[in-house]
């Protein structure tokens, strides 16, 4: 193995540690760190391990905060610092394998309706509309567990007010 290949590899290692492995109360990892770990040449590294995901039906996956820069303008290295990346799936589940990965399909059908609810509300919903909501299409006593769980993994936050947002 040529020395270039070899430090590519070592780089490709360390961002898969970084991606699969959760180490901040949010999933994935800023584009910052990620330079800081891998170098300023990380874009092309995770170019690389995308397509070494390609036949596990993984991704590598960049999303913007809310507002920081439209997807359709090229990307810079400052807004790939700013941007955060996980390892997603390219394809769906199909329900056995969403039952694998730990959650019920009524707790994942309560994530989307949750979701859905705050973004139809302009990103910002009260959590008891969201708890009323959820205990119609749920058991009653699941709602504000689901919401303290999406909380807690970091899919929706909750401020002071009792506000729930997308985090």
Do not use: C
């Not at 180490?23 to 994935?28: F, M, Q, T």
């Not at 090229?74 to 969403?98: M, Q, S, V």
């Not at 006593?141 to 936050?157: F, P, Q, T, V």
């Amino acid at each position: 193995m040529s020395k270039r290949k070899a430090v590519y590899a070592s780089k490709i290692k360390r961002a898969v540690h970084m991606l699969f492995y959760r180490r901040h109360k949010k999933p994935g990892v800023k584009g910052w760190e990620l330079r800081k770990a891998l170098g300023s040449d990380y874009p092309k590294v995770l170019n690389i391990l995308d397509e070494y995901l390609k036949p596990l039906d993984l991704q590598v996956k960049m999303v913007f905060e809310e507002g920081e820069r439209p997807p359709s303008e090229k990307a810079t290295l400052e807004d790939l610092d700013r941007a955060r990346f996980y390892i997603t799936l390219r394809g769906d589940l199909t329900p056995k394998e969403a039952k694998m990965i730990g959650w019920r399909i009524d707790d994942l059908a309560g994530l989307a309706i949750t979701i859905a609810y705050i973004i139809s509300k302009r990103g910002k919903a009260p959590r008891k509309e969201v708890e009323e909501l959820l205990r119609e299409k749920l058991p009653g006593w699941k709602a504000s567990l689901n919401i303290d769980r999406y909380i807690r993994y970091g899919y929706i936050a909750q401020d002071e007010n009792e506000q729930l947002y997308l985090d």
